[in-house]
Structure formats: C-alpha cells, structure tokens
C-alpha cells in the first residue's frame, strides 16, 4: 500500500538559514507528491507537486523540494528561512490504483527563530 | 481558498447524538473529500464525491455517512457521535484541469468535541 512518511515532527532552524523538512515515500510505479502547508487555525494550502519532470520542483513562497528516485525522498528545502515560514508541513501522494485517494504524512512542524 | 466554506466551525456535542457537517462550495467542482486531522496521524480521508450522488469511502470511514444531493454541498454525518470521533474535519475540493490537476483546497475545518 502506498504511503509517506515524515520521521520528523519538529524541525527547528534559525533565520536566515536553509531549512528542509523530509518526506520519504512508499509507491511501486511512479509516484505523484505534494506538499502542503497549515498556518495556525486554518486550513492546508498547496505549495507544490511532483508528477513528472525534473527532480526539482518550484512552489510557493520560495520552498521547492527534491524529488529523489532511489532514495524515495521528496524533501521540502528553502535557501533561507524567514519566521513566517513557522507552521505544520505535510506531504501527500495520490493513490497508484485509485487517482481519487490520497494519503497525507503525519506532518513537520517547522519552527523559525528570529 | 476556492470558495469553499465549511459549517459549523465548532461543536460541542455528546456521546451517542447525531452530528451533520456541511462543505459547501461555489465553484462547480466535480471532487469533493472530507478529511480529519488528528496529531501524529496527518489527515486521514473519511469519504470522497466524484459528482452528485456519486460518494466512495476512504480510510476512515468506519462511522460515518456522506451525502451529496446538489453540486455544491458535501454533507458528512455523524450517525451517533463517539468520543474517538473528536477531531478537526476539513472539507477540499480537487482541481481537475490544466496544470493544477489533483491539487486540493481545503476549507477552514470544523473543530468537533464529543463530551
């Protein structure tokens, strides 16, 4: 069954500095990844996704993230963290057999210090 | 935010009564989830609707019924709350077009308490 996951809970970075929040998946064809973001009390809003092309995707806000074949990773990475950037991150990934479904990890909670 | 509202946005109800969330949208979207958050375990899919009438479950949906009887309302029911059924229950819809196909937009979610 096809999953993701994000073996951190919490990423802590200073500002200023690059930030990356992992997400590591589990799909036997190709896989289609996202990213999402939730700001306090509010709903996800889409960063970015991955369905096929260059490794490297561009999003939102300035994050992009790394798709990695071999290593099943789809890590979020920014150049340089701002506070604002302060909330909970989740990656996601279609279902391979039913394209309605999506799975989402457990979620980063990414907390910039000025 | 794609015109999507969600209502109401907090309750508070007891064990054993029945609960009804409405996602209403107005943007003539074909897909339509209900989703729950829940800390360590990311959002989970209760039920999804692929048009009127037309719903399919999820991962979760042990306890929960949809009904979609017009275009732009998703209902998800609660059919005798439980405390395990405390959670914050966010409504998307899903982009079936061009370039942001599969994104989803979620509505502001509805926090439930199950006393």
């Known amino acids: 069954a096809q999953s993701v996951a994000q073996p951190e809970d919490q990423v802590n970075v200073a500002e200023g500095n690059p930030l990356t929040v992992k997400c590591t998946y589990s799909v036997s064809g190709n896989p289609y990844l996202f990213w999402y973001v939730q700001y306090p009390n509010r709903g996800l809003q889409f960063l970015l996704k991955?369905?096929?092309?260059?490794?490297l995707v561009k999003g939102s806000y300035g994050f992009e993230a790394e798709f990695n074949k071999s290593q099943t990773s789809f890590h979020l990475k920014k150049p340089s963290a701002l506070v604002s950037d302060s909330a909970l991150y989740f990656c996601a990934v279609r279902d391979e057999d039913n394209f309605n479904k999506f799975y989402f990890g457990s979620g980063t909670k990414l907390n910039v210090k000025p | 935010d794609a015109g999507i509202t969600q209502s109401p946005r907090h309750k508070v109800t007891e064990t054993g009564t029945p609960v009804t969330l409405r996602c209403h949208q107005t943007?003539?979207?074909?897909?339509m989830y209900w989703y729950r958050q829940d800390p360590g375990h990311g959002l989970r899919l209760i039920h999804y609707s692929y048009g009127v009438k037309d719903t399919d479950k999820g991962e979760v949906s042990d306890g929960y019924s949809v009904s979609r009887s017009k275009t732009e309302d998703f209902l998800l029911t609660l059919e005798s709350a439980t405390s395990s059924q405390t959670s914050v229950y966010f409504c998307a819809i899903r982009l079936t077009s061009g370039g942001d196909t599969d994104t989803q937009y979620f509505g502001p979610g509805t926090r439930l308490t199950v006393l």
């Open positions: 943007e003539n979207h074909r897909y």
């Open positions: 991955y369905i096929t092309g260059d490794n």
